[in-house]
């Protein structure tokens, strides 16, 4: 594997990432206990000190906004889809007051007492709740600035006692809204493609529901980190609930664009299986958090994807959207195997997780 770790950095790593996962309170904890640099484990090889702004930002983009009643939202959506890989929603039909909440929720869980929180800390992926600071913590060469709680929210909810009492009931109803959602945009993205309306959640686009809430603490050095590092998602569509600070940036034409936030809108964003199984039509792009000084930010991702137990399904691009013109550029790809070849590609900034599967490299 290619390392991104940084030059000179001859210390004992693997006992610092140790001891900081056994404390068990993530990045809040040392920024809690009144750290003034950032340990080394979270200084990357390449941090945005060193990014020649004016060339790698775009400041005065619209991304799209997709309104769900707007009468042309199939054409509209197909197209953000296809050359931008994110969009804004509105008029979705989730009222404020669960969006709101949610962001609460989500904070109060993370400023809960640390012997309250720390309960939940684990990297026991069969477990329907669990909060960890970054779940590649060990894998990536540098981890993100950044603790998160994973609620598995379908196919099966978890029961009511697995949910920690401050989120339980906010994670449940916000659940049921965005997986409706979730639905709506499916048939549309299905449409988009000229396919029945049902096509995309026929094939298991919405089968499972990871719920994960992020909380990126104030950083002292947040230009030797990132809130939350460069990647593609791994399901099929992400929908994300943000605060009003900012942070977000995505890769368009072969910049940064900065996402400002939308109030009461959410942000839609196409992961890799749906890429594959579109043929390449619909975009993975890659994203990033910057840190910052100030306030912690909040972020709650709902991601759509194969649910765990599905590892041996095998996924293609759907037939219909292949052809002698739009030949098949992907080869069959298990999921398992996916999952494994992307964790060896963490780090690798700007390398697709598909590539090891294109028919074509
Ligand atoms: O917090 C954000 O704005 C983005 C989070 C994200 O990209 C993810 O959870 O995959
Ligand atoms: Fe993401």
Not at 31 to 48: E, N, S, W
Not at 92 to 121: N, Q, S
Not at 127 to 148: E, G, H, M
Not at 281 to 287: L, R, Y
Request: proline letters at 7%; hydrophobic letters at 35%; aromatic letters at 8%.
């Amino acid at each position: 594997m290619v390392s991104n770790a940084p030059i000179g950095s001859n210390y004992d790593r693997e006992s610092e990432l140790k001891a900081f996962d056994d404390s068990k309170s993530g990045v809040k904890g040392l920024v809690d206990a009144g750290l003034t640099k950032i340990p080394r484990i979270f200084h990357h090889a390449r941090p945005i000190i060193n990014e020649p702004k004016s060339s790698t930002v775009q400041t005065q983009v619209d991304i799209p906004i997709i309104d769900l009643k707007d009468t042309k939202v199939v054409e509209n959506v197909g197209y953000a889809a296809e050359n931008w890989g994110f969009f804004h929603v509105i008029n979705h039909g989730i009222p404020k007051r669960v969006l709101d909440e949610m962001i609460d929720g989500a904070r109060g869980f993370h400023e809960m007492k640390t012997e309250e929180k720390i309960k939940y800390y684990s990297r026991d992926y069969s477990k329907k709740f669990l909060y960890a600071c970054n779940f590649q913590l060990f894998t990536v060469d540098a981890p993100s600035w950044n603790d998160t709680f994973l609620s598995v929210m379908a196919p099966k909810r978890p029961q009511s006692e697995e949910l920690p009492p401050i989120c339980r009931d906010i994670i449940n109803e916000y659940s049921d809204h965005i997986m409706k959602l979730g639905f709506t945009l499916l048939e549309l993205l299905s449409e988009a493609l000229g396919l029945k309306p049902n096509h995309l959640k026929s094939l298991g686009c919405a089968d499972g529901l990871f719920v994960l809430g992020h909380y990126c603490p104030p950083c002292p050095e947040p230009e030797l980190t990132f809130g939350v590092n460069n990647h593609t998602d791994s399901g099929f569509l992400t929908i994300l609930l943000q605060d009003s600070l900012g942070g977000l940036q995505f890769q368009h034409e072969k910049k940064w664009v900065n996402v400002s936030p939308l109030p009461g809108a959410l942000l839609v964003n196409i992961a890799d299986l749906l890429q594959l199984i579109t043929n390449d039509k619909f975009k993975s792009v890659h994203h990033r958090v910057l840190a910052n000084k100030g306030t912690p930010r909040i972020s709650v991702a709902a991601f759509l994807r194969p649910f765990h137990g599905t590892d041996s399904i095998v996924y293609r691009p759907i037939k219909e959207l292949v052809s002698e013109e739009n030949p098949c550029v992907y080869k069959d790809t298990s999921l398992d195997e996916y999952v494994r070849l992307r964790r060896n590609a963490e780090g690798i900034d700007e390398t697709s997780a598909l590539a090891p599967f294109k028919l074509d490299p």
